[in-house]
């Protein structure tokens, strides 16, 4: 038996529902419910959204959705209140699904890309290197304005054309 508080009568569905009806519902109400979208007050309606965005979140995560139902199957249903889910909520897994989720691999396409990519560089290091050594350049230059071996030009004091002397 389901609590009339569950996360399932939340997103109306039931709790044999598949990923792709949860995920229907999700959508169906957040569409009602989001606090831009809606006639509600911003505040009830930002709660509203906020409750089914976790119940969503929850469900649709097998692990957490698993542990929900065996403590929504053996809790006694009668002392839990719909005021009582944040407890309820702290005896699963707490975890966010993106940090326990294995990384991805690439797919063919990403990895062609990242070869090309690599093929590209490589040949152009592979070019450069070669018109340098076919033109008798040297491979590492020193730019001029880097050179500190030019002594520094010592500025001599000016002295005047005409010397006024004093007769004598």
Not at 60 to 84: G, M, W
Request: charged share 20%.
């Amino acid at each position: 038996m389901i609590h009339s508080g569950s996360y399932y009568e939340l997103l109306g569905v039931s709790p044999s529902a598949d990923p792709q009806t949860l995920r229907k519902a999700f959508y169906r109400l957040s569409k009602e419910l989001h606090p831009d979208t809606t006639l509600l007050p911003v505040e009830e309606a930002a709660r509203k959204f906020q409750e089914v965005y976790k119940a969503y979140e929850l469900l649709s995560d097998p692990k957490r959705r698993e542990n929900y139902d065996r403590i929504l199957r053996h809790e006694n249903l009668a002392q839990v209140s719909s005021t009582n889910f944040p407890g309820l909520l702290s005896k699963l897994s707490t975890t966010k699904k993106f940090e326990t989720s294995p990384r991805r691999s690439l797919s063919g396409g990403e990895l062609l890309s990242l070869f090309l990519l690599c093929a590209a560089l490589l040949i152009s290091l592979f070019l450069g290197v070669g018109f340098a050594l076919v033109n008798g350049r040297e491979l590492q230059v020193h730019p001029s304005w880097l050179s500190t071996q030019e002594s520094l030009i010592v500025i001599t004091p000016l002295r005047p054309r005409y010397a006024l002397t004093s007769p004598s």
